[in-house]
């Protein structure tokens, strides 16, 4: 086999490995944006930060193998890198997380450590899908989050509020999360954290409070999300 035929095969061979780099860095870059929707909590969602996860790990991946054994070719990378300057603020920490995810996809797929890129994808995907199970580091497991207006009457400050009757009958246990005073501290805005029994219908609940003295402008919202005051 002459040199021309090897220089071909290796030509051929580099040029597969380019593309199945490539190939793999987009469909980890994918697991990298599913995982983030799937375990993503509060208002800071974006699609854009999705997609940038993906092209994050495809450049960084394409980077990589352009330096190659390159020093040269690293510094003056570096160097027309350092003229780009990102001003988005990161709302939330843990999409920092992500974003180094993809760079360290990039970074796995472009040097061609294959075992390395499977097993990062899969240990890291398992962990923060149990961090997300789990609700890991959360102050409140909330079920529910109660909040009402009670109007605090003469009759009353010598007796058990009503309300609080409803909530030990209705709920395995509840938190009083937030009491603000209002119409001139005629009134309390009370805010609980609640967990409804098994046999209790949240309607009908949500209903008694609404109904029992001295109470009003009642509202029940689901809390699957950590709650801090």
């Keep these: 086999m002459n040199n021309n035929n090897l220089d071909e095969l290796q030509t051929i061979y580099f040029a597969n ?54 020093i040269s070719r690293a510094f003056a990378l570096v160097g027309a890198l350092s003229i780009i300057r990102f001003r988005t603020v990161i709302k939330d920490s843990k999409d920092i ?12 797929c472009g040097t061609g450590s294959y075992f390395l890129v499977f097993a990062s994808a899969s240990l890291i995907s398992i962990i923060a899908l149990i961090l997300h199970k789990t609700n890991f580091g959360s102050i409140y497991k909330s079920e529910f989050i109660l909040q009402f207006t009670y109007f605090a009457k003469n009759t009353e400050s010598k007796t058990e509020a009503s309300y609080l009757k409803i909530l030990k009958d209705n709920c395995s246990n509840f938190t009083l999360l937030n009491s603000e005073p209002k119409n001139e501290n005629k009134s309390i805005r009370l805010t609980f954290d609640i967990n409804l029994k098994e046999d209790c219908d949240v309607n009908k609940f949500i209903l008694d409070i609404s109904n029992s003295k001295y109470i009003s402008e009642a509202n029940i919202v689901a809390s699957h999300n950590d709650v801090d005051y």
């Design 17 to 70: 490995e380019i593309i199945i780099n490539i190939i793999i860095s987009f469909f980890y870059g994918l697991l990298i944006s599913y995982i983030y929707k799937k375990t993503h909590k509060g208002l800071s969602y974006s699609q854009s930060f999705m997609i940038t996860n993906i092209f994050l790990s495809v450049i960084v991946c394409v980077v990589i193998m352009t330096i190659g054994n390159s």
């Design 97 to 108: 997380v992500y974003i180094f995810w993809s760079l360290t996809a990039g970074l796995a």
